[in-house]
T-cell receptor
């Protein structure tokens, strides 16, 4: 079955530094990838939609300059948390779909990245 | 607006009991897709089922079964003879083609604890 790999699975960084999270589709081409954020005991909140070869679409309230998304190939999207602060500590999870119109395809999720900013 | 409600925040059952997780959705579209995902303590999201709005047949997969009723906009999930390994947070999700850019709308999740 389709596999999405997310790396790293956890990271601790100091306030003010930047952290890059990778999301790879291992056995399919993902034209669209999604980045979610999940606070403890809460649901997943879509942050942005990443389209290969074009700019990401950010949800309202998500700072584009803080959460940089790059979808450089059909198998890789990256999320960079720039100048991280403790309030950015969260569980970040990516997902990818093999369908161009992905609304009717099951999303395959990475294992998530737990970011802790000290 | 699209919305998914999972009224049960937390459920605790004893092993071997049956448990039903409720999901109620709202959408204006006639074509939509419903999903259930499981999130164990390790954090990853595990896909369980996808159902399109034109298929109201109930589905059974092992100990899992799903009851889709358009008349009540519900897509409930039942685990029969629950096991400790079923302990997780379960999310119901709605995918609406009119909101392709936003793709999935997740419910708040139901935390299921199965006690030995």
């Amino acid at each position: 079955g389709a596999v999405v790999s997310q790396h790293p699975s956890w990271v601790i960084c100091k306030s003010g530094t930047s952290v890059k999270i990778e999301c790879r589709s291992l056995d399919f081409q993902a034209t669209t990838m999604f980045w979610y954020r999940q606070f403890p005991k809460q649901s997943l909140m879509l942050m942005a939609t990443s389209n290969e070869g074009s700019k990401a679409t950010y949800e309202q309230g998500v700072e584009k300059d803080k959460f940089l998304i790059n979808h450089a190939s059909l198998t890789l999207s990256t999320l960079t948390v720039t100048s991280a602060h403790p309030e950015d500590s969260s569980f970040y999870i990516c997902s990818a779909s093999a369908g161009k119109r992905s609304y009717n395809s099951p999303l395959h999720f990475g294992n998530g990245t737990r970011l802790t900013v000290t | 607006a699209q919305k998914v409600t999972q009224a049960q925040t937390e459920i605790s059952v004893v092993e071997k009991e049956d448990v039903t997780l409720d999901c109620v959705y709202e959408t204006r579209d006639t074509t939509y897709y419903l999903f259930w995902y499981k999130q164990p303590p390790s954090g990853e999201l595990v896909f369980l089922i996808r159902r399109n709005s034109f298929d109201e047949q109930n589905e059974i997969s092992g100990r899992y079964s799903w009851n889709f009723q358009k008349s009540t906009s519900s897509f409930n999930f039942t685990i029969t003879a629950s096991q400790v390994v079923d302990s997780a947070v379960y999310f119901c999700a709605l995918s609406d083609p009119d909101n392709y850019g936003q793709n999935f709308v997740f419910g708040p999740g139901t935390r299921l604890s199965v006690l030995p």
